[in-house]
């Protein structure tokens, strides 16, 4: 009995001794990522920075700033909460930031003290980050470089559940080849780089493939990278569940299986192929899929799970979404046995989340809206901001409901399980005032007065105060950033539309409707222009006087295209060649205004796609692919739906592109003198409110057009050129008259 007791003392006290050593690993590589993480962000003032990591008790994350003789001192409970109170020190103290819209970064010579310790917590579990589609629309020729730079943004804005789906085309290749797939069929199956946000939600396939091998081989690497970083900084990343998506071609090669092709998805041929959760090769599949996956990426235990986004599924009734969502799980489990499934709820169906263990399940709610039906049927879940569509560059939304629906619901009893917040933009890189509001209530469990806090955003911005560029930022929180239409912001401008005269919208989603004085935004633009010298060298400022320039001059674009449209409808055609004239002046300052910096460069964008080629081939696909997703988006047929969805106020896609498109039309026009055959709109398709493709014989000439440009070669600048300041201020001279002679 006593040989016994001791043989059990000694294996406690073993036990003990590894979880106390365990446990002092982990402090001490969260402590050297967190220090590197600090050196790469200011290099030359690490050395005046101490981290501590010190894990408590207490579920909440937490910060802890303070000074320490000559040292400011970081404390955190893990390198996510340390490299937010870099973030806050850097802001409040410094007056600092980075973000994807520039950098400012002039710290003082000596750093600031904190003379009384400051501590945040988070009432947030979960901090999520990406929709799908913004590895599309924002980041398919992101190199590692430009992705650890992302990483560090994310730490230091407080997230730690980040979507990881780069190098997920391995996952296929190595799935398939063993269900009877050669490799020539599964690149066949994957589709271009700029899609594959639409394959991994179950929509396409194959669609500007096929994929070459260097994509699959180059991406699978950096993808462990970018997962091996977000681990090391105490991120749970979400990898790829499984919901029965297949290769059409495996109906031929099981034939016995349940498999159902569906149509077109928006136009976008081939149709998806769904494999039916209760046939028994969902399973096989589904492991397989799931062990294939962890043998290249590992696994966080959270898996994400979307079955039949946007589309049907195959068997109606309550009883078979039950069966769909007890199999998926079910198949996650059998392979990972402490597997979370996270579901968006942009399709959600009751049926299938009900089948799921309510603590095996986490919804994500994309827009923080969601929510008000059903209360999620009290599953726990994610309230986020979707913001932007297809990356559509336009300076909007409601930065008071970003920044107060989620604090607001923490004491709502009719919220439900909320247990975090997202940031799910279709494309990032735009409107940082945005990203900065939604990211920072993280540490925050009261929504905040958003008029203080934009006074301190643009300090941290620019680095000090300055009355006209307060004013500015007044005039934008009563104009672009108090937009009602709260998680729908789609502006567009004229410039970019489908030439037509009748002008609707540009995206089939998109809105041409503002909300605001247009004409106080140009007053906006005047006080920025009147800052001092020293904030018009910053790179952040220089980003935000170019984005308020060209929203003024987009806005513009609306009234101005109205114009000569009623001018060729009344036959004064005098008119109607001097207003389209001023149209197409108005995009060629435009696009020179945009040169200046490289966030609205078409090149730049190009050039990120063709570096990834190992051939002149490769590169020519990835270009191609660069080219269709911001123009007719899939093919150039009368079927088609998304044509201009992610449309771009760019430099270069405006002159050699929205520009060559309208000056067609307006020759076109120009060139109907008989009254008998004059164009008329009368009986032309429409798709969503725009002229289809080949819709007659002006916009057949015009959809060739648009499909040769998309495989086109021709070079376009990827760097910057002019200055930014002076051409701002000489556009505002030259166009200002003709803002107030409109009526707008």
């Keep these: 009995m006593r040989i016994h007791f001791r043989f059990c003392a000694i294996i406690i006290a073993l036990c003990l001794f590894i979880g106390n050593t365990g446990a002092a690993n982990q402090e001490k590589e969260w402590k050297a990522a967190s220090e590197a993480l600090i050196k790469r962000v200011v290099p030359e003032y690490a050395k005046h920075f101490k981290v501590c990591i010190r894990p408590e008790t207490v579920k909440k994350d937490y910060f802890e700033i303070e000074t320490k003789g000559k040292k400011i001192v970081l404390t955190g409970n893990n390198p996510i909460s340390v490299a937010s109170a870099l973030n806050y020190y850097l802001k409040y103290y410094c007056h600092c930031q980075i973000s994807s819209n520039g950098d400012n970064l002039n710290m003082p010579d000596v750093l600031p003290l904190v003379t009384e310790k400051v501590r945040k917590d988070t009432p947030y579990t979960y901090r999520a980050c990406f929709n799908y589609c913004t590895f599309s629309y924002t980041m398919p020729w992101w190199n590692w470089e430009r992705w650890q730079r992302e990483i560090d943004w994310m730490a230091m804005h407080g997230v730690n559940m980040p979507l990881a789906i780069t190098g997920q085309e391995a996952v296929w290749q190595n ?67 499984f919901t029965g998506y297949v290769p059409r071609i495996l109906q031929e090669k099981y034939p016995e299986a349940k498999i159902k092709c569906q149509g077109d998805w928006y136009g976008v041929p081939p149709g998806p192929a769904q494999l039916d959760p209760m046939d028994p090769l969902f399973v096989q599949m589904g492991r397989t899929f799931l062990k294939e996956q962890e043998k290249l ?64 399940i986490l919804l994500l709610d994309l827009s923080g809206n969601r ?98 560029v307060q004013r500015a930022w007044e005039i934008l929180l009563q104009t672009v950033y108090a937009q009602s239409k709260k998680n729908d912001p789609t502006w567009e401008a004229a410039i970019c539309a489908r030439p037509v005269l009748n002008f609707k919208k540009v995206a089939p989603n998109g809105d041409i409707d503002r909300d605001y004085n247009q ?57 109607f060649k001097n207003q389209t004239k001023q149209f197409l002046d108005l995009m060629d300052d435009m696009d020179t205004l945009l040169s200046t910096r490289e966030e609205f460069l078409l090149g730049k964008w190009i050039a990120d796609a063709r570096s990834w080629g190992k051939t002149d081939a490769e590169k020519n696909i990835y270009e191609a692919n660069a080219r269709n997703l911001v123009t007719a988006w899939g093919p150039v047929t009368p079927q088609a739906i998304q044509y201009d969805y992610s449309n771009r106020q760019w430099s270069g896609l405006i002159k050699g592109y929205y520009k060559v498109r309208w000056q067609m039309f307006f020759d076109f026009l120009l060139d109907q003198k008989d009254d008998e055959t004059r164009y008329s709109e009368k009986n032309l398709k429409f798709v969503y409110g725009r002229p289809g493709h080949y819709a007659n014989d002006f916009y057949t000439k015009l959809s060739e057009w648009e499909k040769a440009w998309i495989e086109k070669n021709d070079i376009y600048p990827s760097v910057p050129v002019g200055d930014a300041v002076e051409i701002s201020a000489r556009l505002y001279d030259k166009w200002i008259e003709v803002s107030r002679s409109q009526d707008y």
């Design 519 to 575: 004409k106080e935004l140009w007053n906006a633009w005047r006080e920025m222009l009147q800052a001092s010298q020293e904030i018009k060298s910053l790179s952040t400022y220089q980003y935000d006087l170019v984005d308020i320039s060209r929203q003024c001059l987009a806005n513009l674009s609306i009234p101005l295209q109205k114009e000569f449209a009623a001018s060729y409808e009344g036959k004064d055609m005098e008119a």
């Design 297 to 360: 990426f590992g696994t966080d235990h959270i898996y994400a799970a979307d079955p039949f986004h946007e589309g049907q599924p195959p068997v109606k009734g309550e009883k078979y979404l039950n069966d769909v969502g007890r199999t998926i799980y079910e198949t996650i489990h059998s392979v990972d046995t402490m597997a979370t499934i996270a579901m968006q709820t942009w399709s959600l169906r009751e049926g299938i989340v009900k089948a799921i263990p309510k603590n095996k």
């Design 175 to 241: 799935t398939l080849r063993k269900f009877r797939m050669s490799d020539d069929e599964i690149r066949a199956f994957l589709v271009g780089p700029a899609y594959f946000a639409w394959q991994f939600m179950t929509n396409i396939e194959g669609w500007r493939g096929p994929l070459p091998q260097n994509w699959i081989d180059t991406h699978v690497k950096l993808g462990q990278k970018i997962l091996e970083r977000e681990r090391s900084l105490g991120m749970t990343p979400i990898l790829q569940g």
């Design 371 to 468: 929510w008000k039906k059903s209360q999620f049927w009290g599953r726990p879940w994610v309230a986020g901001i979707i913001h932007n569509f297809g990356g559509r560059v336009f300076m909007g939304g409601n930065l008071e409901q970003f920044s107060s629906n989620a604090p607001n619901l923490l004491s709502n009893p009719q919220a439900g399980d909320l247990k975090g917040i997202g940031l799910f933009p279709e494309a990032s890189c735009n409107n940082p005032v945005i990203y900065d509001a939604a990211s920072e209530i993280t540490w925050m469990h009261e929504a905040p007065e958003i008029k203080n806090w934009v006074y301190d955003y643009q300090i941290s911005r620019y680095g000090k105060p300055d009355g006209h």
